[in-house]
C-alpha cells in the first residue's frame, strides 16, 4: 500500500527565509503526490500535485515541489517566508487501485513563521 | 458557490446522541468520501462512495453509517456518540475514470464535540 512520511511535525522560520517541509514516499507503482495546506479552522487547499508530467511542480502563492525517484521524496519548498504561510502542511499520495480509490496523508507539518 | 458544502460546521452534544452531518457536491464528481481529522490533525479515511455505492469502509464502528442518497450528496449519521468520536469530519470529492489523479476537493469540515 502506498504510504508517505512527514519528517518533522513542527518546523519554524524566520518571514523572509527558505521554507523546507520533507515528504518522503513509498509506493509499488508511480506516485500521484500531492501537498495540501490547511490554514486554522479551515477545510484541506491543494497547494500542488504530481501527476508523472515534469518534475518540479510549481503550486500557488510561490510553493513548488520536486519530485526525485531516486530519492522517493517530494519536498515542498518555498524562497521567501510570509506570515500567511503559517498553516498546517499535509502531503499526500493517491491510491488508485481500482475499488480503493483514496488519497493517504501524512501526519502533517506545522509551519511557524517568526516574525 | 461551494463546491463541496457541509453542514452543520460545528456540532456539540452529548454523549449517548444521534446526530447527522450533511455533504453536498456541485462539482459533478462521481466520488465522495469522508475523512476523520483527530486532535492531532491526522486525517484517515473513513467512507468512500462512488455513484451511491460503499467502495470503501476502512474498520469504522458500525455506529457510523453513511447514506448518499445520490452521487451529489453524501450523509454520516453516527449513533450512540462517544467521547472518542470528538473529532473534525471533512467530506470530499473527486472525479473517477480516466480524469482521476486522485486529487481530492474538500469541504471546510464539520467539528464534533461530544461531552
Known amino acids: 500500500a502506498q504510504s508517505v512520511t512527514q519528517l518533522g511535525s513542527h518546523v519554524s522560520v524566520s518571514e523572509g527565509a527558505l521554507v523546507l517541509l520533507r515528504c518522503n514516499y513509498s509506493?509499488?507503482?508511480?506516485?500521484?503526490l500531492f501537498w495540501y495546506v490547511q490554514y486554522p479552522n479551515q477545510g484541506l487547499q491543494l497547494l500542488l500535485k504530481y501527476t508523472s508530467a515534469a518534475t518540479l511542480v510549481k503550486g500557488i502563492n510561490d510553493f513548488e515541489a520536486e519530485f526525485k525517484k531516486s530519492e522517493t521524496s517530494f519536498h515542498l519548498t518555498k524562497p521567501s517566508a510570509h506570515m500567511s504561510d503559517a498553516a498546517e502542511y499535509f502531503c499526500?499520495?493517491?491510491?488508485?487501485?481500482?475499488?480503493?480509490?483514496?488519497?493517504?496523508f501524512g501526519t502533517g507539518t506545522r509551519l511557524t513563521i517568526i516574525p | 458557490d461551494t463546491a463541496v458544502s457541509q453542514t452543520p460546521k460545528y456540532l456539540v452534544t452529548q454523549m449517548g446522541n444521534d446526530k447527522s452531518i450533511k455533504c453536498e457536491q456541485n462539482l459533478g464528481h462521481d466520488t465522495m468520501y469522508w475523512y476523520k481529522q483527530d486532535s492531532k490533525k491526522f486525517l484517515k479515511i473513513m467512507f468512500s462512495?462512488?455513484?451511491?455505492?460503499?467502495?470503501i469502509n476502512e474498520t469504522v464502528p458500525n455506529r457510523f453509517s453513511p447514506k448518499s442518497p445520490d452521487k451529489a450528496h453524501l450523509n454520516l449519521h453516527i449513533n450512540s456518540l462517544e467521547l472518542g468520536d470528538s473529532a473534525v469530519y471533512f467530506c470530499?470529492?473527486?472525479?473517477?475514470?480516466?480524469?482521476?489523479?486522485?486529487?481530492?476537493?474538500f469541504g471546510e469540515g464539520s467539528r464534533l464535540t461530544v461531552l
Open positions: 470530499a470529492s473527486s472525479p473517477s475514470g480516466t480524469r482521476d489523479t486522485g486529487e481530492l476537493f
Open positions: 462512495y462512488n455513484n451511491k455505492e460503499l467502495i
Open positions: 499526500a499520495v493517491s491510491d488508485l487501485n481500482f475499488g480503493n480509490e483514496k488519497l493517504t
Open positions: 509506493s509499488s507503482v508511480p506516485p500521484y
